[in-house]
């Protein structure tokens, strides 16, 4: 399915996800694909569970939970109903298909067009800059912690919080990359790196 407006993260050395975005024909989709990077059907695209809410133009990332599985996390975008919310996906390695989609912490301002990385140790995200509800482009950096993922049975929206950073973009910009990279084993910061969308 031709999509656009869709977010593409590496879940691990074998598989990639897609979130959302607009279908050919313009129509706001909840759908998710997994895209197989190795294994025993390397190079396919399988269906994943499906987002609560039919998004486009939000982020994505992910952590890394207590029992060492990946989390997907989508943030934001346009949603219709809720741009500020966010949805969690837990997922077992045994059990890639058989997870869903749970309400996480919503973000504190409604963003579209962010984009978002993991911390070097995959236990924080950081939500960057984006395009504001008044249409202008935001400096803000704003970071996700879960800090009681050890709790069993914890939803995702109690135990995980989004918080607004001190640090911000120089300029404030939408729609480009960014990539983090640690500078030592305690201290790390964030590096902007702008490929195809100017910030004017």
């Known amino acids: 399915m ?8 590496k879940v691990d050395e074998m598989l990639a996800i897609v979130t959302g975005g607009f279908t050919s024909n313009k129509v706001v989709s909840n759908s998710s ?22 998004r486009h133009s939000h982020s994505c990332g992910v952590l890394t939970g207590a029992n060492g599985g990946p989390i997907v996390i989508v943030a934001g975008g346009d949603t219709d109903t809720d741009d500020v919310s966010t949805e969690f996906l837990a997922m077992s390695t045994s ?11 919503n973000i504190p301002l409604k963003l579209e067009g962010t984009s978002m990385v ?16 008044s249409g202008s482009q935001s400096a803000a950096l704003i970071q996700l912690e879960c800090i009681q993922f050890a709790t ?17 973009l120089t ?6 990359w960014v ?9 790390a910061f964030l590096q902007e790196w702008i490929c195809c969308h100017d910030n004017s």
């Not at 031709?2 to 993260?9: E, F, G, I, N, Y």
């Not at 300029?171 to 480009?176: F, L």
């Open 2 to 9: 031709p999509l656009s407006h869709h977010c593409l993260v």
């Open 95 to 105: 059990t890639y298909g058989d997870s869903a989609w749970e309400p996480g912490p």
């Open 171 to 176: 300029y404030p910009r939408s729609d480009y």
């Open 33 to 54: 694909f997994f895209f197989n990077i190795a294994g025993s059907n390397p190079l396919s695209w399988t269906l994943a569970p499906s987002l609560t809410l039919p």
């Open 179 to 187: 990539y983090f990279i640690s500078t030592g084993t305690n201290m």
């Open 118 to 133: 993991a911390t070097s140790s995959h236990d924080r995200l950081i939500l960057i800059g984006g395009i504001k509800k």
């Open 152 to 168: 069993i049975g914890l939803a995702f929206d109690i135990a995980c919080q989004w918080t607004l950073m001190d640090q911000k």
